[in-house]
């Protein structure tokens, strides 16, 4: 049985992984600046990001790619939506948004562990099983700051359709890249 790449040296492999984690963190930064104004979430494309990420990369180097572009934000970067005009580091995270953001993390790695070797339809389950992460931990979090009674309308109702087609869209790209990788070979 041949690998599905060539064999690389173990420092090549460590560098390689460290510029995946790197792209992917930025690519998770330039998902949360496109956004579309809400409040006290605002509409990103951090799940198209982050779900994308997570599957392409795997467990590993998906979760390490959401917890770098956390430790930058955490460090004072303005990676986050928002940012800087709505605050930077700990104390954004500590916000509305807290919940969400430790969501991704959890949820990277979920996606990357269950849409490996997947096809379009497997990959859409796993970042379907990564949205209830996210949204059960950004509830959770969000209801600090907002009623019980709004919690759903503010935190949930509003992003749902967007993050089905947002899904639908990181699969569909992800079974593209698949294809044209495998013509590659």
């Given at each position: 049985m041949t690998p599905l790449s060539p064999t690389l040296p173990r420092p090549a492999l460590l560098w390689r992984g460290m510029a995946l984690t790197l792209c992917g963190a930025a690519l998770i930064t330039l998902g949360a600046k496109i956004q579309i104004p809400f409040w006290p979430v605002p509409?990103?494309?951090?799940?198209?990001?982050?779900?994308?990420?997570?599957?392409?990369?795997?467990?590993?180097?998906?979760?390490?790619?959401?917890?770098?572009?956390l430790?930058?934000?955490?460090?004072?970067?303005?990676?986050?939506?928002?940012?800087?005009?709505?605050?930077?580091?700990?104390?954004?995270?500590?916000?509305?948004?807290?919940?969400?953001?430790?969501?991704?993390?959890?949820?990277?790695?979920?996606?990357?562990?269950?849409?490996?070797?997947?096809?379009?339809?497997?990959?859409?389950?796993?970042?379907?099983a990564g949205l209830v992460v996210v949204y059960a931990a950004g509830l959770i979090w969000l209801a600090l700051f907002v009623p019980m009674p709004k919690l759903l309308a503010t935190g949930l109702t509003p992003f749902l359709l967007g993050d089905l087609v947002k899904i639908a869209l990181a699969a569909t790209l992800l079974s593209g890249l698949n294809r044209l990788k495998a013509r590659a070979q």
């Open positions: 509409m990103t494309l951090h799940t198209l990001a982050v779900f994308l990420i997570a599957a392409a990369l795997g467990p590993r180097l998906g979760l390490a790619a959401m917890a770098a572009y430790g930058a934000g955490a460090i004072g970067l303005p990676v986050f939506s928002g940012t800087p005009e709505r605050g930077i580091g700990l104390a954004y995270m500590a916000g509305p948004t807290g919940g969400y953001l430790a969501g991704y993390l959890l949820a990277a790695g979920l996606i990357g562990w269950l849409a490996a070797g997947r096809g379009w339809i497997g990959h859409v389950l796993a970042m379907l």
